[in-house]
């Protein structure tokens, strides 16, 4: 009986218990460090906002890898403690990385240029964005591939590793100018008058978000004097907002007597 007990505190007290509870213990202190610097560093990146689902999907699975990564190294250190030779299963395991590297290198730079995306916010679903000449309205965003549906509907698939340069046009307010011509024959301070009045209609309108300016004369053309004005606009919007304010403008002219030059044509009809 006190052989058993002896054998039993002595294995108790040898490295082949001590240090594979040490080597756990180490694994879980390294593990929390590291996971805790991932999120601090989440968050300063997106300056204090709030961290949204797809970048938590992001952090949860750089913290599995890396969680799976430490497993490893715990397990074959604490192998060595019993003898296991663990240098063939390095070896064994640095060729398989290297053959599923190879075979899965497009996929896994695709996967790579997905999460650096995400992390930099250059674009979202929802945004109107070019990329690769492609312009249209992200409809579809994964690790590999981003989605793209154009204005006339037509969708297209892009790898996220096949561009480096986005034009994202919802990063910030679509700007519209807008030309008016009048006569030269026209009030130009009744004309500067009639377009500030519309300019409070104008900021009335859907998807108009921010200033609307009249900027003043722009342009002594041929046949007439080319006022500007500037809208802010929800991005991708200007197109309806200028229809909107085109008819305004036509509208409130015809009212106050203001010509709009057009080309005249004089036939003479030969006896």
Excluded: W
Aim: aromatic share 10%; proline share 2%.
């Amino acid at each position: 009986m006190e052989d058993i007990v002896e054998s039993i505190f002595t294995f108790f007290a040898s490295d082949k218990f001590c240090l594979p509870i040490l080597y756990i213990l180490i694994g879980i202190i390294i593990y929390n460090i590291i996971a805790l610097i991932i999120v601090r560093v989440s968050k300063i990146h997106v300056k204090g906002k709030k961290v949204d689902k797809k970048k938590q999907t992001i952090i949860s699975l750089i913290k599995n890898i890396i969680k799976y990564v430490i497993g490893i190294f715990v397990i074959l250190a604490i192998l060595e403690v019993y003898g296991v030779d663990t240098t063939k299963i390095l070896a064994s395991l640095g060729i398989a990385g290297v053959v599923i590297g190879l075979a899965f290198q497009d996929i896994i730079k695709d996967l790579l240029a997905g999460i650096f995306i995400i992390f930099d916010n250059e674009y979202a679903v929802g945004d109107y964005v070019e990329i690769n000449g492609f312009t249209g309205e992200v409809v579809g965003f994964g690790l590999k591939t981003t989605k793209i549906k154009a204005y006339t509907g037509e969708i297209k698939y892009i790898s996220n590793s096949s561009f480096t340069e986005v034009i994202n046009y919802s990063a910030a307010p679509s700007k519209l100018l807008l030309d008016i011509p009048v006569s030269y024959n026209s009030n130009l301070e009744k004309v500067e008058k009639v377009l500030t009045d519309i300019l409070e209609e104008i900021k009335k309108l859907d998807n108009v978000k921010g200033e609307v300016e009249l900027l003043g004369v722009n342009e002594l053309a041929d046949s007439s004097v080319v006022y500007n004005i500037a809208i802010d606009c929800i991005p991708m919007m200007h197109y309806g907002v200028k229809r909107k304010t085109l008819k305004m403008i036509k509208e409130a002219f015809d009212k106050n007597k203001i010509e709009i030059p057009y080309n005249k044509l004089d036939i003479y009809l030969k006896k």
